[in-house]
């Protein structure tokens, strides 16, 4: 969770994140990202598996024209 906390004396005015606040939304925010790349790679795969199967599939019937 992201937490926002008062500027200590004498610092530049206005809030600053906590570090730890910081760190854990970066965390997140990477899991997110992973699960994303995860899943891309999940389709990606698919369509190359669908690809290749087509390519097999047209060589398959062209040796098959020769047999005619």
Known sequence: MLTVDNAPPG??????????????????????????????????????KQQTKAQNNDAVKALGGLFK
């Not at 005015?13 to 730890?20: E, Q, S, Y």
């Not at 910081?22 to 190359?48: I, M, P, R, T």
């Open 11 to 48: 610092s530049p005015g206005g809030a600053f994140l906590c570090p730890d606040g910081f760190l854990g939304a970066l965390e997140q925010v990477n899991k997110g990202c992973n699960k994303l790349v995860a899943s891309q790679a999940k389709v990606d795969a698919s369509q190359q």
